[in-house]
């Protein structure tokens, strides 16, 4: 497996709360991404980053942001969680523009 | 309408058999295409790639590009039971500048001994 890790990997939080995820790389790729996936709607991006500082939206963006200080890691945050948000999500990593491979993914749910 | 395709299934198929598994895809997403495995609760893992138009084989597996027809396969040889998951198709969206990856929701698959 390349080397993705994914903190917490389950969490479950009160509406209105803050709520940090965290994706961990060792693999020194250049591309993250953060995806959720729910029924009935696969995976959809959440954020990506091309690099340190650089990021971007992806298609579900809103009540969401996210930073990458550091290569190897790059946080999502929900500033104030919904009970819409919960999701599982993935954070992906790529070398290129091309393959990603996944993390283990955390399971939240906001009650 | 998202930009890749793909039916819900489930697609179910004895032991043995060959799994046909279909995406469709829009003109915004560009000519390179991925096939990922999804066991039920886990991540999705790549298992196959495929950029140029016509076949490419790895295993028990061959991916399938029609451009013209803007669609992409993939055939999965001698099934197992442990082939049963959802297999998502991904492509990326040009339409922006840079490369965005796209997915289609992905197709159920069960092969059944």
């Known amino acids: 497996d390349a080397g993705i890790t994914q903190s917490p990997r389950h969490k479950v939080t009160e509406t209105g709360t803050p709520v940090t995820l965290r994706c961990h790389q060792t693999?020194?790729?250049?591309?993250m991404y953060w995806y959720r996936q729910d029924p009935g709607h696969g995976l959809r991006l959440i954020h990506y980053?091309?690099?340190?500082?650089?990021?971007d939206k992806g298609e579900v963006s809103d009540g969401y942001s996210v930073s990458r200080s550091k290569t190897e890691d790059f946080l999502l945050t929900l500033e104030s969680a919904t009970s819409s948000q919960t999701s599982v999500y993935f954070c992906?990593?790529?070398?290129?523009?091309?393959?990603?491979?996944f993390g283990p993914g955390t399971r939240l749910t906001v009650t | 309408q998202k930009e890749v395709e793909q039916n819900s299934g489930p697609l179910s198929v004895p032991e043995g058999a060959i799994a046909s598994l279909n995406c469709t895809y829009s003109d915004r997403v560009s000519q390179s295409f991925f096939w990922y495995r999804q066991y039920s609760g886990k991540s999705p893992e790549l298992i196959m790639s495929?950029?140029?138009?016509g076949d490419k084989e790895d295993g028990r597996f061959t991916a399938q590009l029609n451009k013209a027809s803007q669609y992409v396969s993939l055939l999965i040889r001698d099934s197992q039971p442990s082939d049963s998951a959802t297999y998502l198709c991904a492509g990326r969206d040009s339409s922006g500048g840079s490369y965005i990856p796209t997915f289609g929701r992905g197709t159920s698959l069960i092969v059944h001994p």
């Open positions: 693999e020194n790729h250049r591309y």
């Open positions: 495929i950029y140029s138009n």
């Open positions: 992906a990593i790529s070398g290129t523009e091309r393959e990603q491979y």
């Open positions: 980053s091309y690099g340190v500082k650089d990021t």
